[in-house]
């Protein structure tokens, strides 16, 4: 019992929107984590570390205990499998949809799709509820690229204005999930400490409560 809690963090535009939750909970790191090349941050709590990680890498160390909790955008819980967790609190921040898109007017193709996504195991699943016969290409970047050179004919990818899509003369097509970074907690910490867990979970509730 006194071990800290380690709480995982998405590198990025969710960190940067998840630490005045944290602050607001009376968890700050008491170094400058933007300035720093660590992954370990000690905070303003000394029962309180931070692990500040890749967003697809957080379900997976709070799945197996190596964090206590987590900050997880929707989306890679989705992909990855949130089965193992907790999902406790909806933090309402990186509002965005993940959708299929593709070109412009353009009609899907009689037979084979092939779908371009890092999603991978949401395109799949998509594609299943639907029955499409799919081809599924993983990428890691520059999702638009795919259909303008002929490499895919739908992709599976983040929304969050459109301005890029249209740029590459595509449009989003159907809503697959509304996505916004999630709380969530690994099952057996949620029983070994529970009563610190719960108490931060109440103060970062509150700090998401406060900020509407």
Do not use: W
Request: hydrophobic content about 45%; proline content about 4%.
């Amino acid at each position: 019992m006194n071990q800290p809690l380690i709480i995982a963090l998405t590198k990025g535009r969710i960190l940067k929107e998840t630490l005045p939750l944290l602050a607001a909970a009376g968890i700050e790191p008491v170094e400058d984590i933007s300035k720093s090349r660590k992954l370990i941050f000690d905070t303003t709590d000394p029962a309180v570390q931070l692990l500040v990680i890749r967003g697809s890498d957080v379900p997976t160390y709070v799945k197996h205990g190596v964090a206590d909790m987590g900050v997880s955008g929707k989306d890679m819980l989705l992909e990855v499998g949130g089965a193992d967790l907790y999902e406790l609190l909806d933090l309402e921040i990186s509002k965005c949809r993940l959708m299929t898109a593709g070109i412009k007017g353009a009609a899907l193709p009689q037979g084979r799709v092939k779908v371009a996504s890092k999603f991978t195991n949401i395109a799949k699943r998509y594609c299943a509820e639907r029955g499409l016969q799919a081809e599924i290409i993983k990428l890691y970047g520059a999702m638009e690229l795919a259909p303008i050179m002929g490499l895919a004919d739908l992709i599976v990818d983040i929304v969050d204005t459109g301005n890029t899509l249209r740029a590459n003369g595509m449009e989003p097509l159907d809503l697959i999930a509304d996505v916004s970074s999630r709380l969530v907690v690994n099952k057996a910490a949620m029983k070994m400490k529970h009563q610190r867990i719960e108490q931060v979970v109440e103060k970062i509730s509150a700090a998401v409560v406060a900020k509407r």
